[in-house]
């Protein structure tokens, strides 16, 4: 099976990055790919509960990630530092993550061997 | 060695494209190959044939060239739509095409590259 890892790492509006990888996801999952995806720095904010972008005629993304699960992927990692230096907690969070540090997540990019970043 | 490459920025504006022409030309000097080229996100706009920059570097036609020397040059279908990137506007020797194009060059790549902002 072949891995990689997607990595969020900007905030969900303002830009389209979030909502691409988001498309990028599901789009690559059907073809049997194993995926991890990592929220770092500002990224972090993509996994907020009660998102409210209606205003900027965007769609909320928050929602969609716990969906993720209907298209195999399941392993979402959060790194620790960027959640707590924006004073946030796993509890704000739309679903069940793992955290990591950065020496837990250099090991994630070294296993998964490829990286798409956004 | 097999390399994968995305490309996430249009014409000019940002250097990515450009990076990521002068990489590919330089990793093919050194014996290896291109797996692929995706274009996503503003990206797709990198193969517009009207592009037309007097006495630059002309992108969407270097681009050509790769697509001509035998790597194939995807560019996402729906980033296309969203942005009027009609496939009749675009240079010779690229396409259009979903995901799963990006999902090919992933496996078919030893390592993959990602040029964005």
Same mark, same amino acid.
């Given at each position: 099976? +072949? $891995? ?23 789009? %690559? ?5 194993? %995926? ?12 907020? $509960?009660?998102? +409210? ?5 965007? $769609? ?40 990591? +540090? ?11 061997? $490829?990286?798409?970043?956004? | ?17 450009? =990076? ?9 000097? #050194? ?28 992108? =969407? ?18 980033? =296309?739509?969203?942005?009027?990137? #009609? ?13 799963? =194009? ?8 030893? #390592? ?6």
């Amino acid at each position: 099976m +072949n $891995k990689v890892i997607v990595m969020l790492r900007k905030a969900p509006y303002g830009s389209v990055y979030t909502a691409e990888a988001f498309r990028t996801i599901m789009g %690559i999952a059907v073809f049997e790919m194993e %995926i991890c995806v990592i929220f770092m720095d500002d990224g972090v904010y993509a996994l907020l $509960k009660d998102q +409210n972008p209606e205003k900027l005629d965007m $769609k909320p993304l928050g929602d969609g990630f716990p969906m993720l699960k209907d298209f195999n992927v399941s392993k979402f990692v959060v790194h620790d530092e960027s959640l707590s230096e924006r004073g946030l907690t796993t509890d704000d969070l739309v679903l069940e993550v793992e955290l990591a +540090n950065s020496n837990q997540i250099k090991d994630l990019m070294n296993d998964y061997g $490829k990286v798409l970043p956004f | 060695m097999k390399i994968g490459v995305m490309i996430l920025e249009g014409p000019y504006q940002h250097q990515a494209v450009d =990076s990521a022409y002068l990489f590919i030309k330089a990793a093919i000097a #050194r014996g290896h190959e291109i797996a692929g080229i995706f274009l996503y996100t503003d990206g797709v706009n990198n193969i517009n044939k009207f592009i037309n920059p007097p006495g630059e570097r002309n992108i =969407s036609k270097r681009l050509s060239e790769l697509g001509e020397s035998g790597i194939d040059i995807v560019a996402c279908t729906a980033c =296309s739509k969203f942005r009027g990137m #009609r496939p009749d506007l675009a240079v010779e020797h690229v396409r259009q095409s979903g995901l799963g =194009s990006l999902a090919e060059f992933l496996r078919a790549a030893d #390592r993959f590259l990602t040029f964005g902002d």
